[in-house]
C-alpha cells in the first residue's frame, strides 16, 4: 500500500540525487530572480555584409546573481523552460526588448531593430500573438523593428492553431526568423509554407568553415537556398576576418559574432552605432 508520512517525504529528500537538488535549488532562485529584477538583456549587434554598419542587435538574457555574478542563459534557460518560469520569463524579455529598441530611436540606434529568442513553450501558447501586441503597443515601437527568432521544430508539424499564430505576426508586421539553421529537421518544407524573413545559420557550421569542406558546403547550400527563396541570411559566431570573407564572397547579407561585437549593454551598443554607422 502506498504510505505517504513525513518519514517518507524524508526518505525521498534525502535520496534525491545532487543533480536534482541543484536544478530545484537553481529553479527556486530564479523565481526570486524575477522578484528581485536581477535578469537583464545584452544585445549583440547584426552588421551589414556589404557596409558594416548596424542593421540590428539580438537580445541576450543574463542573469545577475545575489552574490554578483552574471549566468548565461544555457545554464538557466532548461530550468526555466522545464519549470514552465520561460512563460515569465519571455513575457518579460518581449517587453524590456520592445522597451529598449523604442528608447534606441531617439538616439544613435535610429533604425536598428531588436530581435528576441522565443521558446517553444512560449510560441506555443494561444495568447503569444496577444503577448507580442501587448509588448509593442506598450513600448509604443513600430512593429518591423521587432524580430521574432523562432526554431525549425516549431514549424515542422504545424496546427491549425500555429499556422493562424505566424499569418497573426506576419500581419502585424513583425519580422520572423530561424534561429539555430541548419541544425534541426531536414524537411525543408516549412520554408514554403511559412512567411520567414531571415535564415540564421548556426553558429557551429561557422566555427569549422575554415578549414571543414563540408561546413563549408552546408554554408554554401543555406546561402544559396536563403538568396533563392527571397530571404536575409545571417552568420552567427563570425570570430575571424577569413570566416567574415568567405560568408560575404558566398552573398551571406549579415553578420553577428565577437568579430564584431560581443554583446554588450545598451550604453555600448549606442558607441558601436556611433563609430561605425547605423542603420
Ligand atoms: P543563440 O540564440 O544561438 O544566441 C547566440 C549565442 O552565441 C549567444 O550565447 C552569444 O553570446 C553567442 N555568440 C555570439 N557570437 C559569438 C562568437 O563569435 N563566438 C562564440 N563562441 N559565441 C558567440 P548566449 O548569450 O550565452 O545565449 C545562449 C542561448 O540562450 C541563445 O543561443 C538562445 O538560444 C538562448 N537565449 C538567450 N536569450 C534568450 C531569451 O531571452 N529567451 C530564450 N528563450 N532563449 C534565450
Ligand atoms: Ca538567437
Ligand atoms: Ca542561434
Ligand atoms: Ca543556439
Redesign the pocket.
Known amino acids: 500500500a502506498k504510505r505517504a508520512g513525513r518519514n517518507d517525504y524524508h526518505f525521498y529528500i534525502s535520496s534525491m540525487d545532487a543533480g536534482a537538488q541543484a536544478e530545484f535549488d537553481l529553479e527556486n532562485a530564479l523565481r526570486a530572480a524575477l522578484a528581485r529584477s536581477e535578469l537583464f538583456l545584452d544585445f549583440?549587434p547584426r552588421v551589414d555584409t556589404s557596409d558594416g554598419r548596424m542593421l540590428g542587435a539580438?537580445?541576450?538574457?543574463r542573469w545577475r546573481r545575489t552574490d554578483g555574478t552574471v549566468c548565461?542563459?544555457?545554464a538557466f534557460?532548461p530550468i526555466a523552460e522545464a519549470s514552465g518560469l520561460?512563460l515569465v520569463?519571455?513575457a518579460w524579455?518581449l517587453k524590456e526588448a520592445c522597451q529598449a529598441c523604442r528608447d534606441w530611436q531617439d538616439g544613435p540606434l535610429r533604425d536598428v531593430g531588436v530581435s528576441?529568442?522565443?521558446?517553444q513553450l512560449?510560441f506555443g501558447r494561444e495568447n503569444f500573438l496577444q503577448l507580442v501586441m501587448e509588448a509593442l503597443r506598450e513600448a509604443g515601437l513600430p512593429p518591423h523593428l521587432l524580430e521574432l527568432?523562432l526554431t525549425e521544430s516549431m514549424l515542422m508539424e504545424p496546427t491549425d492553431a500555429v499556422r493562424q499564430r505566424i499569418a497573426g505576426l506576419k500581419s502585424l508586421g513583425v519580422n520572423l526568423s530561424i534561429?539555430?539553421f541548419g541544425t534541426g529537421y531536414s524537411s525543408l518544407a516549412y520554408l514554403r509554407r511559412f512567411a520567414i524573413d531571415t535564415l540564421k545559420i548556426?553558429?557551429s557550421f561557422i566555427a569549422d568553415m575554415a578549414d571543414d569542406p563540408e561546413d563549408a558546403s552546408v554554408i554554401h547550400a543555406i546561402i544559396a537556398l536563403a538568396i533563392s527563396l527571397g530571404k536575409r541570411v545571417v552568420a552567427?559566431?563570425?570570430?575571424t576576418q577569413r570566416q567574415a570573407d568567405l560568408l560575404a564572397a558566398l552573398g551571406c547579407h549579415e553578420m553577428?559574432?565577437?568579430?564584431y561585437s560581443?554583446?554588450v549593454d545598451a550604453a555600448r551598443l549606442a558607441e558601436f552605432a556611433r563609430r561605425r554607422g547605423a542603420a
Do not use: M
Not at 236 to 239: P, Q, S
Not at 256 to 259: K, M, N, S, T, V
Open positions: 549583440q539580438e537580445a541576450l538574457l548565461r542563459p544555457d534557460i520561460i520569463i519571455g524579455v528576441v529568442n522565443i521558446s512560449q527568432e534561429d539555430d548556426d553558429r552567427e559566431g563570425v570570430e553577428q559574432g565577437h568579430l560581443p554583446p
